[in-house]
């Protein structure tokens, strides 16, 4: 057995060692053939438009571990992976690109454009794949997907036709949201709201006529320009001030057509403002329910650019913003305008291109949402889907329940063409290949729709198109459903509800059993990390300093349900530090190898019960943690069982028998195959967090211990019942434990060096009993001989264990005297320093004006002097002690 261990772990060449083996043994790829009952992740699949950020490596990081987790356990796993078209910010990224170098997109023309998309994509998806693979995700990469693949584009078309066929999609004219600078509509999901924003509200006024009792109705808007789409003003039917004029007309002031009052209950509040509403139905929702509701006309005021139109009268061809302050203009010099005040809104933009939307009327594509929400609603209800944490669930059920009609259609390039057909009388014909006729009129003159389906309208088939729908392949009737979908809260409205009603629409039921809500990994200050703030953290320049498993256990660390990571760099070097901790302890086994025989006798004692105890409930505490996705308390128990239990207690209480001249060889035989048995328990638990780590030291373990695993990544998880545990072992190896804190305690308080010897008194036999069997490692780790005495000296420290007293005398160790003028200076100066602190920290100016990291550098220099203090105080209190 080779014991030239290098003297510590590079993370670095382990990773692209592992990596590549992995590779080579085609360890991830899934096999619907196989047996073990089914654990199936879809991977969220990341945008084609740049690199991985944090948000991705932590979501990534907690499928793996769930992923390993499962395979080690003995399911059938399979994770796929893949990447998203995203059409809109593809096409946006694409574009700026050859903005870059002075080319209109449009000057392509769309073959010509896609061409150089397509180009994009290639370098984009190797880079994500790359990325992901630095990581040591453990996806079947021979089963990774692209939204746009051929078969993909396949079950879109076939999602979009079915719908259609079962009467949910359709063509229509209806107010969506416009973005003029891509020109395209966008769903409500797409649309950001500016929150306080602030504008006028500015008021004017319509001339009543003179036979209708003359006088004039005040209304306001924030966007005046409107008024010249006006096609009525609304009043409450119940109004005394109005109810002689509804059903009369007014005059527009500007454009020759008259325009009804009409009385509307629904849209006007009799108590706000002036009790009157204008009524733009062509771009404004509220107002396009009025529209509907009274047949109004519906005049649209724009061009696909935002600029005025020809209905526009005087204002053809103004911007939105030119156009505003020229009908106000307008209305001032026809003595109309009434007045503005201060107003505060939330202002709609474009998510991708920043553009302020505009409420425009347009011929698109739709989905009815209502039939499909309902039984995704359901699902949820009834648990055959669970949130974790439960609460999101209510944030589900809010969207679901107030859900609209989806616009589907994009006026984009890039993405799934509508598989729909127009001929010279622009009737639709909707088919999964090119027709050949007009289904409506029989035209073989036939023109494919120009627009491209919503990027979440294919990203809805993912949990199974992946699997080969619509055909009925083996991975389908295998795979799906998925058990567990890991994302973050934000897309829970755009993609998850989505999934849910696709899935049971097309499959018959839920596409995943849970859904796991992560949180947002923030910087260290709770801020949301952003290019401008300048506070974005690169996973990539992290894994390069510290390798891939410190990262990633830190982002495990700190995955706690329903609390955002807030992200300090300076843990990732303290689990740099935990691996180097273990890696350490390994050196030690081998170490201690020499005539280490896994095959013969062993004469096991109190320790190797004890840590084979606290090895089985480190395992059932891991597994409970991940079985429940509490993945920062797994990696809490495995960091205690490591650091604590192994490393500080069991490697030092070894030291007893290995260094033992008179233990036999079965004794510390037993030792020796306990330490490479618990290290072997460690690397298989901490191995889903840890990968490239664990996977080196499997390596090097004896091969008796691997019991012929070649990966640990393929070994067995560890259960908990194959290390009992043993109450009286536990009982008596914590007395001991106590016993050894106690006067390291001691010894610490009143800075006794270890070099100088100590005896501790006990008065009762069998507590003297038990401490005695286990002198020597009394004596390795605090340098202190046990004696059954109940003399109590007049200097001596006092300290309790287990409830039974015991005594260190203190004469001849301590000068009394002098001890006692070092205290009395050393709580001299802590004092100043807790004085000092205090009042720093009491001053408003400091904590309010300080960066937060100052304040909380000295909020723990102070906790730090109290601490000091107190310890300090002790010790002098003793001193005194009769």
Known sequence: MSTDLPP?????????????????????????????????????????????????????????????????????????????????????????????EGIDFRDLGREGFLDRVWKWKGVSGDTITTQLRRLGVSTD???????????????????????????????????????????????????????GFKTELWSFAYPIREEDGG?????????????????????????????????????????????????????????????????????????????????LPMINLLNLDGTMNTEAGPFTGMTVLEAREAVKSHLTELGLFR??????????????????VEPMLSTQWFVKMKPLATPALAAVRHGATRFVPKQWENTYYAWLRDIQDWCISRQLWWGHRIPAWYCEHDHATVSRATPEACATCGSSNLRQDEDVLDTWFSSALWPFSVFGWPESTEDLARYYPTSVLVTGFDIIFFWVARMMFAGIHFMGEVPFRDVYIHALVRDKNGDKMSKTKGNVVDPLVVIDQWGADAFRFTLIAFAAQGRDVLWDEKRVEGYHRFSTKIWQALRYCFLQADGYDPDGPMAFGPYEDWIRARTGAAVASVRQALDDYKFNEAATEVYAFAWNELCDWYIELSKATIYDESATFEQKNAVKHTLFETMAVLVRLLHPMMPFFTEEIWSLLPEAIREGEGFVATAPYPQADDYPSDPAVLSEIALLQDLITEIRRIRGEMEIALKVDLEVRVGEEPLYAILQAHERAVWDAVKCRVVLSREVPSFAATGVVSGHKLVIPLEGVVDRDAERARLDKELTKVVKDVDQLERRLANPGFVDRAPAEVVQEFRDKLDAARQRKDTLAAARARLEAP
């Not at 992995?22 to 991830?28: E, H, P, S, V, Y």
């Not at 979009?160 to 409500?188: K, M």
């Not at 009157?276 to 047949?295: E, I, L, M, Y």
């Open 8 to 100: 510590s772990y590079d993370p670095h060449a382990a990773a692209k060692r592992w990596s590549e083996a992995w590779n080579q043994a085609d360890l991830f790829r899934a096999d619907p053939k196989a047996p073990g009952e089914v654990y199936s992740i879809v991977i969220p699949p990341p945008n084609i438009t740049g690199s991985l950020h944090m948000g991705h490596a932590l979501n990534n990081t907690l499928q793996d571990v769930l992923i390993r987790y499962k395979r080690m356990d003995g399911y059938n796993v399979l994770w796929v992976p893949g990447t998203d078209h995203a059409g809109i910010a593809t096409q946006w990224v694409v574009r700026r690109q050859l903005e870059k």
């Open 215 to 295: 006088g004039e109705i005040v209304v306001a808007t924030t966007r005046p320009e409107t008024m010249l789409g006006d096609t009525a003003v609304a009043v409450h039917p119940d109004d005394p001030r109005y109810q002689h004029l509804i059903g009369h007309t007014i005059r527009h002031p500007i454009l020759p057509r008259d325009i009804p009052i009409i009385a509307d209950a629904i849209l006007v509040d009799p108590e706000f403002g002036t009790g009157v509403v204008k009524v733009t139905p062509a771009h404004d929702f509220n107002d396009f329910a009025v529209g509907q509701r009274h047949s």
């Open 339 to 356: 007045g503005t005040q201060e107003h505060t809104m939330n202002l709609g933009r474009s998510q991708r291109s920043g553009a302020v």
């Open 141 to 195: 990469w021979t089963r990774e997907r692209f939204t746009l693949d051929t078969d993909l584009q396949r079950a879109v078309t076939e999602h979009f036709v079915q719908l259609y066929e079962d009467g949910l999609i359709y063509r229509g004219r209806r107010l969506i949201n416009w973005d003029p600078i891509d020109q395209t509509a966008l769903s409500d999901l797409e649309v950001e709201h500016e929150e």
